[in-house]
């Protein structure tokens, strides 16, 4: 039997605000050393699948040089490993990605030229560990078309899942895409798929012009679970969609929970990442380190509390980094305070500078008031913030901006620069 694995990481993860500007939403930083994508390859490889081809689209520049020939994941094989596919012009219609089943559509001639039996298909903007083996064998003894990964959300988050109803033998009779009301339960659709091929290329062939099959979730598998034997696999791990900036924050600081069930340390299932090489973290004799991540290259000569860095970045002596997020190369500045703040890769934050600045955490930014709205702050890329400088709550920094994009000495709550 041949098993192939299909990773969609074309998204956009416009909910990441400038988090995703300038790079696709699988390769965001995360954990560190980790880029999001990396537990989904991980997984496949940790699950026995060897034959992998990641679906890009939007910005895939710091995707395509993460993945490369894929060594790092034990990829890099003559037969099978992995293989990035791109949309492309061609002379029939092949064009941008319009959707996800689209994306697989044409892409068809990959399954075929593997002759694949089951097809695996994955979103590659989830954090989790699954053996996917175990979920195979269950679609197999229950001689399904379609398995689809599931495991209960809270209620007031039903809106951004696709939920199944299930019969008493776990058969999906309804599948109802991100419901407005919230009357259709609580089993999510975690975007984990098994088919079986053939089921999958015909069922992709059948949306006419009329009726193009574009999206999985409003096309695909509504007329699956009329056609075909469609069935729901319960999963009760650790599993995260980081789609959004206070679920990428609140993953982030549930990692330094001892209690975490993620375990990121467990030698038997080991995340797989590309790695560059760095010095050794090193610690000053003032600094202070509670309760957090520390990767290497980083040197901290102030106080860390509840945070992650990631490599390469320097806390200068006096600076306070609190419930934060720093990714690579970020320098702080002499006595800079950060208070629950992401700041993206080789940032500068000026001497004596306050990030997340006042107690109230509830006003909203004002130009995505539905991405950033409980206290989080996000400095962009490169961004230079100036010496002293006062910025609030739920604000955005956006990319490359300097010390003149500043005017005054404070950014009020739910502003943008």
Known sequence: MRIIAMILAGGEGTRLSVLSEKRAKPSVPFAGKFRI????????????????????????????????NGKPWDLDRSHGGVQLLQPYQGRRD?????????????????IRERRADIVVLLSGDHIYKMDY????????????DFTVGVMHVPLEETDR???????DQQNVVEFTEKPKNRDKGTLASMGIYVFNADTLMRRLGEGGDGSPRIDFGKHVIPAMISNDKVVAYPFEGYWVDVGTIQSYWE?????????????LYDPHWVVHTRSEERPPAKFGPQSQVVQSMVRNGSVVRGRVERSVLSPGVYVSPGAIVRDSVIM??????PGAVLD??????????????????????????????????????????????????????????????????????????????
């Open 37 to 68: 994508i990396d537990f989904t390859l991980s997984n496949c490889v940790n699950s026995g699948i060897f034959d992998v081809a990641v679906l890009t689209q939007y910005r895939p520049h710091s995707l395509n040089s993460h993945i490369g």
């Open 94 to 110: 092949e064009s941008w990605y319009k959707g996800t089943a689209d994306a697989v559509y044409q892409n068809l001639n990959y």
């Open 133 to 144: 083996s175990a979920m195979i064998d269950f679609h197999q003894k229950r001689r399904a």
């Open 161 to 167: 899942f696709g939920i199944m109803t299930v019969d």
């Open 251 to 263: 993953t982030s600081m549930e990692l330094l929970d001892p209690n975490n069930t993620l375990k």
């Open 328 to 333: 690579n190369d970020v320098w702080i500045g």
């Open 340 to 417: 629950r703040v992401i700041v993206d890769k080789n940032a500068v934050v000026g001497a004596g500078a306050r990030l997340g600045y006042g107690d109230d955490l509830t006003v909203p930014n004002k130009q995505e008031p539905e991405k950033l709205n409980t206290g989080v702050s996000v400095v962009g890329k490169s961004a230079h913030l100036p010496p002293n400088i006062k910025v609030g709550r739920n604000v955005v920094i956006n990319a490359d901006r300097d010390e003149e994009h500043f005017p005054t000495d404070e950014v009020a709550s739910g502003e943008t620069v």
